[in-house]
């Protein structure tokens, strides 16, 4: 039967359905209330560790003033992660397991688990799966463990025997750090990296260069500096040989020309030709003769800046061509090298973790002692009778609607004629 939407519809409905509304709603409240009833009250207790890095963990124990290096935020969050899979861990969890034993943990796991499985493999996939419980906030440094039992001098026992367990397991891990290979090791790469050092100072000595890239950019740099100077004389030397022509054609039109001036200017005229000359020379190729220029014993110069720059130019050619056998040699450095330095890192590390070993020291502090609980963690009894009855009311209700649904009786006068298709006359009250 369709439903009414109205308040008055809802209303019959819930007369009409009340007995199965009813019925619904303290079954699910009598459900609820067995299960609090049967349920086991649970005591939670929990211990925090604090994971301390950098200076805070390795107190500088080396001869030298060196700091531990400090880590980055991602190294530290996966460190306190692999300690948390640590706490978790089968082997971790089941020697506290066997010292306090599986019936003593959960009284019923042999019966319970009887010829199927063992109890202290019961036990141990029972704490890590649910009991046990092992966090840390993304910016903390401080690790929670917490442990959930129906005895709480058990429950804060055990967080504490496990914690205690944890960190005698990562003193052990450290105390065997292997000095003596890491010493071989790092004094190996360090005779690796000096033989690499000295082949690569050798072939520097060989081609007269501490630096090929610095050697090359100083001749690139000098050759441009020559062609500049050497343009700028010529040009000026241009300059005033033009001056010079334009003095002289002034003079020829007010002097003869075998006056005293004309023939001074074109003296000096012919020495502007005579510079031009040498520094157009200057910029031949080495191999070139000069038919318009002769040195002091009358034999053709050859371009001395052509010459220069010829030597420049063998020069950078020698070098590229030892450039590839100079960056192999300057690469092998570079690797032996950061080997080195790995290695010394790991031994120094090894080193100081030794000291701190021997002298009880650990980067491991426990900030927070379990302590045995008074009131029970589980089960939460307000948190569950409220919402217990929310759903107990919400499943009624819909059960009441449902079964409205199905009921092919009228409950109104207005139901009769979408069905019947027919006008309602009258309609009588049931009077009892």
């Known amino acids: 039967m369709n439903i009414d939407p109205s308040t008055r519809g809802l209303l019959t409905v819930l007369f009409r359905q009340k007995g199965k509304i009813l019925l619904v709603f303290l079954l699910i409240m009598t459900g609820i209330t067995g299960y609090l009833i049967k349920a086991h009250p649970m005591y939670e207790s929990t211990g925090s560790i604090l994971v301390k890095f950098g200076r805070e963990a390795m107190p500088d124990l080396s001869d030298k003033n060196t700091r531990p290096e400090e880590l980055a ?22 020697e506290v397991v066997n010292e306090f034993t599986p019936d003593k943990i959960y009284p019923d796991i042999t019966n319970r688990v009887k010829n199927t499985d ?16 092992v966090k840390a906030a993304q910016q903390s440094n401080v690790i929670e463990v917490t442990f959930a039992n129906t005895d709480p001098k058990l429950a804060a026992a055990f967080v504490s025997r496990l914690i205690e367990v944890f960190i005698a397991r990562q003193t052990e891990v450290y105390n065997n750090p292997q000095i003596k290979i890491l010493k071989e090791q790092m004094e190996s790469a360090g005779n690796k990296l000096s033989e690499s050092q000295n082949r690569l100072q050798d072939f520097k000595s060989k081609i007269g260069v501490s630096s090929i890239d610095e050697e090359l950019s100083r001749l690139i740099q000098q050759k441009g500096e020559a062609e500049t100077i050497t343009f700028q004389a010529l040009g000026d030397a241009q300059t005033k040989l033009t ?5 002289e054609a002034e003079l020829l039109s007010t002097y003869q020309p075998d006056s005293l001036p004309v023939q001074q200017i074109r003296q000096s005229i012919a020495a502007a030709q005579r510079i031009i000359a040498e520094r157009k020379s200057d ?6 003769i000069i038919s318009d220029s002769s040195d002091e014993n009358g034999k053709p110069k050859k371009g001395i800046l052509g010459a220069h720059m010829a030597d420049v130019n063998n020069r950078i050619e020698e070098l590229e061509k030892q450039r ?19 290695y010394v890192k790991h031994y120094e590390d090894a080193r100081i973790s030794e000291t ?7 980067r491991l502090s426990i900030v927070d002692k379990p302590i045995e609980q008074v009131k029970p963690a589980r089960p939460k009894k307000a948190i569950i009778v409220g919402a217990g009855f929310l759903i107990a009311l919400i499943l009624s209700l819909g059960t009441g609607l449902i079964a409205e649904t199905f009921d092919e009786r009228f409950s109104s006068p207005e139901q009769i ?16």
């Open 324 to 342: 590839k056998q100079y960056n192999d040699l300057d690469r092998t450095v570079k690797i032996d090298e950061d080997n080195y330095k790995n």
């Open 356 to 362: 701190l070993n021997d002298k009880k020291v650990t």
């Open 118 to 133: 063992s109890p202290v493999e019961a036990t141990i996939r029972d704490i890590i799966k649910g009991d046990l419980t």
């Open 73 to 94: 935020q991602n190294d530290r969050r996966e460190t306190i992660e692999s300690y948390m899979d640590i706490l978790r861990s089968h082997d971790l969890v089941q």
């Open 417 to 432: 004629f979408p069905v019947l298709n027919v006008q309602l006359l009258a309609s009588f009250s049931k009077k009892g």
């Open 243 to 247: 001056e010079l022509k334009a003095k």
């Open 283 to 288: 910029m031949r190729p080495s191999g070139d």
